[in-house]
């Protein structure tokens, strides 16, 4: 099904930067993005010799360190001569902040190209998340207008996550405390919004792996707060937030769950009245997959 849909132009190309959890834990992600950007003529093609960006942890081990991981897949990027598209939260955090530290940092600037030569890095492309690919290329009321299935009967919250819009000492894309444009999108694709004051807390990030509890504890809360406010699911940009949420059963939870959507899977419903990744996720989505009806 989702092939028939597939459009013949290409409005974009964009360099794609996978980093670490669209090849491994969120592979459904990038199938799921690949099929909405197909749809919408948003072309991206993966950087040869990507490697990690170092997200996690480096640049609060080694700042410079930080620096130079992130800004070798973003010299890629440049040769290429395409902005750089990173669907990873994080990925996307510290590819944007070295971008214009690069930008406006000449000390800077040449320390990290002594370090990634012979590649050079100059800061000149932009660094682009999923929301801002979407609303750049595509645009809401363009969204809106080629959506083929209701999805008015489905409530649900848009969980940014921590890090996506929280940029310090520079300009975000949207308010850094409370974000509203993927719930445009959301609106876009005919699902009811939910006004929460949760979009913004922390699940646990990488904690995960040291310190299950700790994610235990702030998941739940963030999945207690939908429940209380009637949400049929969880939406969110974020690989890992996506991640901690839909691993509470395996976590310890044993109170009920809502399903926990990409925004581009959303998108898929919206579009094809189907997903590609409904076996990938922990907490089932066939309850939400099933409200999707045909216009």
Not at 82 to 110: K, M, Q, W
Request: aromatic share 10%; proline share 4%.
């Amino acid at each position: 099904m989702f092939e028939s849909y597939t459009e013949r132009y290409t409005l974009v190309t964009l360099s794609y930067y996978p980093g670490c959890s669209l090849k491994t834990s969120s592979r459904f992600y990038e199938e799921s993005f690949k099929a909405v950007f197909s749809f919408f003529g948003i072309g991206h093609r993966e950087l040869e010799d990507w490697s990690c960006c170092g997200a996690s942890a480096a640049h609060t081990i080694d700042e410079k360190l930080g620096y130079a991981l992130a800004g070798r897949n973003l010299a890629l990027a440049e040769r290429e001569g395409n902005h750089l598209f990173a669907p990873c939260s994080a990925c996307y955090n510290r590819s944007v902040i070295t971008n214009t530290r690069v930008r406006e940092d000449g000390e800077l600037r040449e320390e990290i190209n002594k370090t990634i030569y012979p590649l050079q890095c100059t800061g000149t492309i932009e660094v682009k998340n999923i929301i801002e690919v979407l609303h750049d290329y595509v645009g809401i009321e363009a969204m809106a207008q080629r959506i083929s299935y209701d999805l008015s009967s489905i409530r649900v919250v848009p969980y940014y996550g921590c890090v996506l819009t929280r940029i310090m000492k520079m300009e975000a894309f949207d308010d850094k405390e409370d974000p509203v444009s993927m719930d445009s999108l959301i609106w876009s694709a005919g699902a009811e919004v939910v006004n929460w004051p949760y979009k913004m807390e922390c699940c646990g990030a990488s904690k995960t792996l040291t310190n299950k509890e700790m994610t235990l504890k702030l998941s739940s809360k963030i999945m207690d707060m939908a429940l209380s406010l009637g949400a049929d699911a969880v939406v969110t940009p974020c690989p890992l937030c996506q991640l901690n949420l839909d691993l509470l059963p395996y976590l310890g939870r044993n109170d009920k769950n809502l399903p926990i959507l990409f925004l581009t899977e959303l998108l898929e419903l919206a579009l094809f009245g189907e997903l590609k990744g409904t076996g990938s996720h922990i907490i089932p989505v066939d309850a939400i997959v099933k409200k999707a009806k045909k216009k």
